[in-house]
């Protein structure tokens, strides 16, 4: 199974290749990309009428009565997503939670043992994707929902679309910054965060991507400033901005957008920002599974997920849309007005070990390299 | 590969070939042999498969993994930062729990028995959740002691709780309960005819207590020690909470970390296992030889209760390190996790403004998974406990009173699982399960095998220590009289350990309502245990809610915990009868 992915997944361009010639953006691993959202304008009109309709036969599905949804989404906005299906058409979602690694290891295990429990599959992650395309158990499916998605977004082969678009932001304690948040990334080289800084990423190495993105943007040495701050490492955002509210560490570098939104939504003592000079994002997709128990649940689920009305609900969670027609989460700005980098996640998967064991070198720790 | 865990499933032989067994005695044969057999299938099955995923079987057999386990740097600086854990936990599991049980088991020191119960709601206490109470006690910037300590004035005398000294010492408030409790009740079963015999013969207290009394406690002492450090190094929880966190890698987070990405690497990780299973085997060897020509009958079913010394002036004194001792281990994590419970913001002091019952309603009726894994999490703990119960005491029969040959083996393979983390057992389990021809991959039977498994050092060092100190020659006075051979383990022999067995099956029933680290990568939708519930609110910093979720596990594991030990008092009750049978 190995050998599979390694001869295919990695020497793929899936969706990278398309948008840097859409954007026309510089050659290496990150593109500097303009404005994503704004390149299917005009979708808008017909993703209103998209939104009810279904390639699922709705009988069908309701007779299958369940759908097992894996995601990577935070559970708040999870549940909100369900509700209104359920209510709706009486089909029971059940959903397994975890981090990226873990919905996508699950899957490949799953699928390694022939016993697909999954329906749908959701994770920040398209690396996965790419793998789990690669050894064939995702469904190809052109959803009329999907229709307000840039085909930047997307596989060709529409075996997963991206639903979600999770920036890095800086993020910081208002009480112990002060007068002078930082800005910029280099701002957090500054000895002055000595012991103050706190970033994320389990042991499987899920918070690489982002850093090397920030690597290759602005140079290894960014990182190695940082790494000289002595900075603390938890596992996932969520307890970033835990250490961050309760006031252990200063600022982080390289979190969730939506988790800072919330926290300070919240009340909670902290603020966030977007570098100007750019910043990390990274993609989330959704996709079908070929061996899915509940097909027909399924198709109707993720067209209900990526509908306009399902993803609204996202938005409300403090998560970037992928669709084009879908306002930003509120006080954050549109994301043309940032200056988005992106890895190409073909090359990424293809370079992966050595790059986590580079951050290993630089950070010391697990990265699972 | 079915072929060679069959070739090691031939290679013990089952009850079968017993040679003193009387005829007619098939019983024993049978109940010994299906131990067994459930034995070798959740353990040794499992570790075969470990062995050939660590050469890289099925599919890229090579020694390399094998090699680049014992050669990159990564990996030695791991397995030295893990032997250390091990040693220092061992040793402060020493320095802790052995006064502490010679204080509480037989001194007059005040308040005796809560610091016993306290020290057992240490052990209670997961250690996940330890940790993550000593990040709210002593983060290095917000911690509570911190703040005030630098309240104090006192400049760069912060503690900080993310270091390997942290992750030692947060173990060690966990785990020395085990050199605790067998020392505590290695004391209270001292035969008082040996120290009574010492003392007419003019020896001090203090003399009798180096020459007569830890002498005879010492393989409890040395037992839990080893045990505590062994547990220490697949504890996973901590040192992923503390140790990761400062990018101190143990052994078994290194596995993880090689598990939990995709493709995950199983021969690195098995390779990585086998690593941490020799450092284990050794371990035990060295107990092995240390305890090989001692006898450990103390007890010769007589109910006397040894005498008590009188401190004196150095009542209270006593009390106060006790004291200490417990409110670092038990009542000052679990004071903040209740505190954080009851608190709409953890991070504000609980103040009226502040109480509410809210986390309760999101962790027991909002959020189904954890109201499932409360449930869970209690049927897979007792099914466990009993079943874990049931082997040891036959692996421990057959070590103990047959000359079966390669029961040292199985005694060997028992005390494996502690080695293993949870995580390592669980892959272990998963290449092995995920093939096997009844559906257990993915159902709640691989959680109780998993729980059964990791419980088998438990089980089996529990039943070994009821049945050492039964004496051999009460059982074969009744065999003699004519008793079969389950009468005699039915009315001698599980009367007189019934005690000491029930303890033994809390020890098991703990962890196992507690348990993660196998249970997060083997458990699927619907069979979610409180644990995972936790961890995943954990990671979503839901911190309220999972201080509830803790809180409502702690009252659970209380409430089990008084019932066992009343029941096993009511059994010391019968233990004192059996004379008179």
Not at chain 2, 273 to 299: D, K, N, P
Not at chain 2, 341 to 347: H, L, N
């Amino acid at each position: 199974m190995k050998r599979t992915m390694r001869s295919h997944s990695y020497s793929r361009r899936i969706f990278l290749s398309r948008m840097s010639a859409a954007v026309g953006a510089n050659s290496g691993l990150v593109r500097t990309v303009g404005p994503v959202c704004a390149l299917a304008a005009g979708a808008s009109a017909s993703a209103r009428a998209a939104a009810a309709a279904t390639g699922a036969d709705v009988a069908k599905a309701k007779s299958e009565g369940n759908v097992m949804l894996y995601t990577s989404l935070d559970t708040k906005i999870v549940d909100a997503i369900i509700k209104p299906f359920q209510e709706q058409y009486g089909i029971k979602v059940q959903y397994y939670r975890g981090g990226s690694a873990d919905v996508s290891s699950k899957v490949l295990a799953e699928a390694a043992a022939r016993r697909i429990q999954a329906d749908i599959v959701d994770a920040s992650d398209v690396g996965a994707f790419l793998a789990m395309k690669s050894v064939g158990i995702l469904k190809p499916y052109d959803s009329p929902s999907t229709k307000a998605v840039a085909g930047n977004l997307r596989d060709p082969d529409n075996t997963w679309v991206a639903d979600r678009l999770t920036q890095a932001a800086i993020q910081w304690n208002t009480k112990l910054v002060g007068s002078a948040p930082p800005q910029h990334w280099k701002d957090l080289s500054d000895p002055r965060f000595a012991s103050k800084l706190v970033f994320f990423s389990s042991s499987n190495g899920d918070g690489g991507p982002r850093l090397y993105t920030l690597a290759l943007a602005f140079g290894w040495e960014l990182l190695e400033s940082y790494a000289a701050n002595k900075p603390l490492r938890v596992a996932t955002p969520q307890l970033v901005t835990q250490l961050l509210e309760s006031g252990e560490r200063a600022a982080a570098f390289c979190t969730n957008d939506n988790i800072a939104w919330r926290s300070k939504k919240l009340g909670k003592p902290t603020d966030y920002g977007f570098p100007t000079e750019g910043v990390p994002t990274e993609l989330g997709a959704v996709g079908l599974l070929k061996d899915a128990p509940h097909p027909n649940a399924a198709m109707l689920f993720y067209d209900w997920w990526m509908s306009e009305t399902g993803q609204k609900i996202l938005v409300d969670g403090g998560k970037y849309s992928s669709r084009s027609d879908l306002a930003p989460p509120s006080g954050n700005p549109p994301l043309k007005e940032l200056k988005l980098l992106v890895l190409d996640y073909a090359k990424y998967q293809a370079q992966r070990t050595q790059l986590l064991e580079r951050l290993t070198r630089i950070f010391g720790g697990e990265w699972g390299a | 590969m079915r072929a060679a865990a069959h070739a090691g499933a031939g290679g013990v032989p089952t009850g079968a070939g017993e040679a003193s067994t009387a005829a007619g005695d098939a019983i024993r044969a049978v109940t010994l042999g299906l131990a067994v057999v459930a034995f070798l299938l959740f353990i040794g099955y499992p570790l075969c498969w470990l062995v050939f995923g660590a050469v890289g079987l099925p599919g890229d057999f090579s020694p390399h993994f094998l090699v680049r386990a014992l050669t990159r740097p990564e990996n030695v600086a791991a397995l030295v930062n893990t032997a250390l854990l091990a040693i220092g936990v061992g040793l402060l599991g020493i320095v802790i729990g052995v006064p502490v049980a010679w204080a509480t088991a037989r001194t007059d020191v005040p308040l005796r028995n809560v610091f016993h119960a306290l020290v057992g709601l240490a052990y209670i206490l997961p250690p996940y959740l330890t940790s993550v109470a000593y990040i709210i006690l002593l983060g290095p910037n917000a911690g509570y002691l911190n703040r005030l300590i630098a309240s104090t004035g006192i400049h760069g005398s912060s503690i900080n709780i993310f270091s390997a000294a942290g992750v030692t010492f947060v173990i060690a408030m966990h785990v020395y309960a085990i050199p605790y409790f067998l020392t505590y009740g290695a004391l209270k079963s001292v035969d008082p005819s040996l120290e009574e015999s010492a003392r007419m013969l003019g020896a001090g207290r203090w003399t009798m207590l180096r020459r007569i009394t830890l002498p005879l406690v010492a393989p409890a002492i040395t037992g839990g020690a080893l045990l505590a450090a062994i547990n220490s190094m697949a504890l996973f929880g901590p040192q992923a909470f503390l140790g990761l966190p400062a990018q101190i890698v143990y052994l078994p987070t290194r596995i993880y970390g090689a598990l939990s990405g995709y493709p995950p690497r199983y021969a690195d990780a098995s390779a990585l296992s086998i690593v941490l299973v020799l450092v284990t085997v050794i371990g035990l060897s060295v107990q092995r030889r240390y305890l090989g020509h001692r006898s450990f009958v103390t007890v010769g079913g007589r109910g006397v209760r040894s005498a008590r010394h009188a401190l004196g002036a150095l009542r209270w004194p006593l009390a106060l390190v006790l004291l200490v001792v417990v409110a670092l281990s038990s009542i000052a994590p679990l004071a903040v996790l209740v505190a954080a419970a009851f608190s709409k913001v953890w991070t504000e002091p609980l103040t009226l403004d502040n109480v509410t019952l809210a986390n309760f309603v999101a962790a027991l009726a909002d959020n189904q998974i954890a109201a499932r894994g409360v449930f869970n999490s209690f049927r897979l703990a007792i099914a466990a406990a009993t079943l874990a119960m049931l082997i040891g005491l036959a692996i421990a029969y057959l070590d103990l009173r047959t000359r079966l040959r390669g029961r040292r083996l199985l005694d060997y393979l028992a005390i494996l699982p502690l080695g293993l983390p949870g995580t390592v057992l669980a892959v272990a389990l998963l290449q092995a399960f995920i093939r096997f021809p009844v559906p257990i991959y993915g159902t709640i039977w691989i959680l109780l095998i998993a729980y059964v498994a990791r419980s088998m050092p438990i089980a089996v060092r529990g039943a070994n220590g009821a049945l050492r100190q039964v004496d051999v020659s009460l059982e074969e006075a009744a065999r003699v009289a004519g008793a079969s051979w389950l009468t005699t383990v039915r009315r001698i022999l599980l009367p007189i350990a019934r005690s000491n067995l029930m303890l033994a099956w809390l020890l098991v029933f703990i962890p196992a309502l507690g348990e993660l680290s196998a249970t997060i990568l083997l458990y699927t939708n619907g069979t979610e245990t409180i644990s995972v519930a936790i961890f995943r609110l954990s990671d979503l910093g839901q911190l309220e809610v999972v201080a509830a979720l803790s809180t409502v596990l702690i009252v659970v594991i209380l409430v089990a915990t008084l019932v066992t030990q009343w029941l096993a008092a009511r059994g010391r009750g019968g233990t004192s009868a059996v004379p008179n049978m």
